[in-house]
């Protein structure tokens, strides 16, 4: 699978959390409680919460797709608190997303990618979608599925694959 390839599964997924967002609002619409408590809802104490979690995994997208491309991802504030913000946060990575293209990610196996976070050292681009970006965005993906799931919103695991190219036999 080309480094192209995860930014486009990334794209797939993030379009995934939107569907469960849609459920997410029926449920709370058919319980009579206020969507917006889910934003806030996390797993365990010290655990990320639903915000979070989607921005978190928009991050890891955006950032893997600018690592690898030699670009500049946009910046957010990670100040989403709503579900309607959320929404708003996932487009905006999407948005970002769909701007790089497959011939911008030539030479991304050998990139240097060297996270602020990692104060100097680096990674090589293909050790760095090995090793982290694909793990991480999908813990993040999957952490959301938990707590809408854990919320009793009616998602299931091919809600979670989403929509597949199945062909006529």
């Not at 196996?109 to 602020?116: C, D, G, L, Q, T």
């Amino acid at each position: 699978m080309s480094h192209y390839d995860v930014i486009r599964q990334f794209s797939k997924m993030l379009q995934n959390i939107e569907k469960w967002l849609d459920r997410a609002e029926a449920h709370a619409t058919a319980k009579k409680y206020e969507v917006d408590v889910l934003a806030a809802s996390r797993l365990a104490p010290d655990a990320f919460t639903l915000a979070q979690q989607v921005q978190a995994a928009c991050d890891q997208a955006k950032f893997a797709a600018a690592y690898l491309t030699g670009s500049k991802a946009p910046a957010h504030p990670d100040t989403e608190k709503t579900v309607a913000e959320l929404r708003q946060r996932i487009a905006a990575c999407m948005a970002f997303l769909a701007t790089v293209e497959e011939k911008d990610f030539a030479g991304s196996a050998e990139r240097k990618v060297a996270p602020p976070w990692l104060d100097g050292k680096w990674f090589h681009g293909e050790d760095y979608v090995e090793g982290l970006a694909i793990p991480n965005f999908y813990f993040h993906v999957t952490m959301v599925y938990a707590i809408l799931r854990h919320n009793g919103v009616d998602v299931g695991k091919m809600d979670f694959i989403g929509g597949l190219q199945i062909q006529d036999a």
